[in-house]
């Protein structure tokens, strides 16, 4: 039976995603060919958490950004400079007026998409984005609630919520068909199982 590491023992972390050695992910990550662009916007105690996914879209999703709210020197959140009239710049975050992003939305857009996604917990999320006006005023969307979450990681998840690697894929599905959905949630999948291994809650 696997059991937890006791608290006193020393975890060797891989440098490239953070795991134990034993249950390094890097050989898993999908080599992914989109042309969608895709901005996480992160609370900066974020990139230090293990609970966090939003660390791996950049591993994952070719040229993906990472800009940070919240930096322990005071750094004022910048992404007015990717807001451009090269992209349809869409906000994938819960509206009551958001359209739910599908195929024939897709067809409406007449230029490459730009996603800016909130990563935090809720409230943080949120208020990355009442505090960005640009955030605030971009166009949002949702993504399908085709499938359950399978995100474990924290406790107090918001109903129907799931985490930004999940919501990222499911977007990307739509957007860039169904096949990149497809590798990237094999592989949060199997994250999540080596995660649970890790804790002592699988063999």
Not at 134 to 161: C, F, I, T, W
Request: proline letters at 6%; hydrophobic letters at 40%.
């Amino acid at each position: 039976m696997t059991r937890r590491a006791p608290k006193h023992s020393k975890v060797i972390r891989c440098m490239g995603c953070r795991m134990a050695l034993e249950v390094c992910m890097c050989a898993l990550l999908p080599k992914l060919k989109v042309n969608t662009s895709v901005v996480v916007v992160m609370q900066y105690g974020e990139f230090r958490n293990m609970s966090n996914t939003g660390f791996f879209i950049p591993k994952v999703v070719p040229d993906a950004i990472i800009r940070y709210r919240g930096h322990i020197n005071q750094i004022p959140l910048q992404v007015d400079d990717l807001v451009t009239d090269e992209f349809e710049n869409l906000l994938l975050f819960p509206h009551d007026s958001a359209p739910v992003l599908t195929q024939d939305l897709c067809k409406t857009f007449t230029k490459p998409v730009r996603l800016f996604v909130p990563d935090g917990t809720w409230s943080q999320a949120l208020k990355i984005v009442k505090k960005t006006p640009v955030l605030k005023e971009m166009r949002r969307v949702v993504v399908p609630m085709d499938a359950p979450s399978l995100y474990h990681l924290r406790r107090n998840q918001r109903e129907g919520g799931m985490c930004t690697f999940e919501a990222i894929s499911r977007a990307l599905g739509v957007l860039e068909g169904s096949e990149v959905r497809v590798q990237m949630d094999a592989f949060f999948k199997e994250l999540m199982r080596r995660i649970r291994v890790l804790q002592g809650l699988e063999k």
